[in-house]
């Protein structure tokens, strides 16, 4: 009874001491407690990183208090919840994701807990992380990222939160009240673990979780093999399941086929589904329930095989009639895509689902003949379009198109900035868009001002603060326009260009220390770091500088006092087996040894590859940067994030109107930045011109001094220039040189006006409100999820 409850309460309160408190004594005493008890070292004798673990436990404990009291609000309050699945988060510390779309999803979970929304991520907990990038002699090699191997003392590991996830084996017909039904008899069990993160929110004590599942060997013994005295074989075997999460795949772009990549998703997805649905089931006694109680969040198409996933629970396990499930999932999913090129899109092998989910494959097979029927009502017999739209791709190799999959059972399809979203209506999924105009919706990424302000660039921040007369744009990045108004004042450029001077310094020391290189402050500093990808064109950037250098060597003397000093600064990893993107990274080391060497040229220009570029690497870098360069060819990047980061900084961009760039363009004005290249709609025309193309002479000069050995190396480069020639170019270096080479001018131009850069810079910074990821997710939770924020109230 409630009298007996409250006594319990009571009883419980007596052994508290209260809550943890933030005071710095308390948080010294509790810093001291961890070093002696958790850490097990002498407070008198420890060092630095016991040091961190002692302070990262006290953080945590004082987490773990919001958690439960954020968790315990939600269960009682019962707010529609959101389900974030996504096979990659990049939060800086762990890499466990790639690029622009992990990073993507880490701002995301920021935003999230920041307004108060009741969401969870959910994840897998590689053991190996992205690789870490070492150069050897200028070329990329790989290193294995154990991140564990000092543990991880933000993470909560729970025993009890287990599934058994099951994989191969055959489907079986069984008899159920008369009525023939299919079931799954598995053949291989593996057992998930969650890993509990928690994500708080600023300005709040909400604190949402991140979990994440790790793959262990199940407790289901194989008797047989163990009774045949194949002990060891077994045990090798259990081993074999560990496997399942042990590491990232590190290419960003494709993850067609390949037998371990399907078992991660389903692993990741079997374990998350089933905690949501006992989640659920604790709370509510029937399915009807479920679209109003759960949003469930596909990003990319990584975690679609969710659908099938939870089509089977619904329909094999609660025994729902399969229409009845069929309404209900459709309306609990929404789905982003991060992808431009059909190419891109993930499809997997019917042999190789069919053999490790069998009943899966069933599953897929049917919502595609249920889909078909309804289409072919819908469209007629029009047997192009039905064969494009079907989830089942017909050819040399049979394969489930996971996109289509995804659109089909989706209530929204996302696209990630304007551009992106038209690309898809209008190319990629005109098909689906035609038949369903309404799901197809865009939301323009953003990125966190909490990490990419605040913690990065703690100058700027007070400098902000300062200037805005309040803290409150950290949760509010509207407020940043507040900065239009002092633009004109001398005494706060002043201190903006400080501001930039000091993290220019800090940049340098770094750079110093880590390739020898010394730099000067007065240059302008130009970065290019993301992933390394022909579409990206780090190419154009190199070529660029030869150009440059060429320039310089061929100028008067005179003229040289002239230019502006360079610090071309070239960041990014490339995936292992992407050859052309090695070779890139390998050209900029070539050309740097020539230019850094050059006494000649000495401070006007330097060319400086930085080494495993990371969250904690763009720290340093973003706030550092007079200028960033964002080439990808127009229609090819489907938002890009880095340059929303570089804009919060008030670093101008030069840039191709591409992904959210359009988007950039509208809200700072394309006075603003350097803006060059061929538009979207020019893309195919120039392509279709192949060998006809018109090529400035300064860009066939410089791809000559690459091909005849002038940096080196002239064989091995002779394949990264066969991608560039005309007629082979289709990433249009050639054609968008001129244009290219005209911005930087422009950008060479207004560096010399100190006062019109800083002007630039400061309304740069005044327009990036808009890109955080708060606005992004407001827009998600009121439009996409219908999720309402529920702030706990202690
Ligand atoms: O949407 C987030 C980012 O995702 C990618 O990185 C991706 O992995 N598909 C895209 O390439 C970016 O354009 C996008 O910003």
Redesign the pocket.
Known sequence: GFGERKAKAERMFSLMDGFLKNDPFSLQKDILHHVEYTVARSRFNFDDYEAYQALSHSVRDRLIERWHDTHTYFKRTKPKRLYFLSLEFLMGDAALG????AR?SACQMDSLATLDYPAWGYGLRYEYGLFRQIIVDGFQHEQPDYWLNFGNPWEIERIHVTYEVKFYGTVEDVDRNGEKHEVWIPGETVEAVAYDNPIPGYGTRNTINLRLWAAKPSNHFDLEAYNTGDYINSIVNRQRTESISNVLYPD??SHQGKEMRLKQQYFFVSASLQDIIRRFKEAHNNFDELPEKVALHLN?THPSLSIAEIMRILVDEEQLDWNKAWNIVCKIFSFTT??VVAEGLEKIPTDLLGSLLPRHLQILYKINSNFMEELKKRIGLDYNRLSRMSIVEEGAVKSIRMANLSIICSHTVNG?SKLHSDTLKMRTFKDFYELWPEKFQYTT?GVTQRRWIVVSNPSLCALLSKWLGTEAWIRNADLLTGLRDHVDNTGFRHEWKMVKRLNKMRLAEYIETMSGVKVSLDAMFDVQVKRIHEYKRQLLNIFGIIHRYDCLKNMDKNDRTKVVPRVCIIGGKAAPGYEIAKKIIKLCHAVAEKINNDADIGDLLKLVFIPDYNVSVAEMVIPGADLSQHLSTAGH?????GSMKFLMNGCLLLATAD?STVEIIEEIGSDNLFLFGAKVQEVAELREKGGALKVPLQFARVLRMVRDGYFGDKDYFKSLCDTVEVGNDFYLLGSDFGSYLEAQAAADKAFVEPEKWTKMSILSAAGSGRFSSDRTIREYAERTWKIDPCQCPF
């Open positions: 790639n690029g622009g779309l993507f960003d772009r990319d991060h992808t990630v990424n990047e489907a938002s890009g994030t992904g």
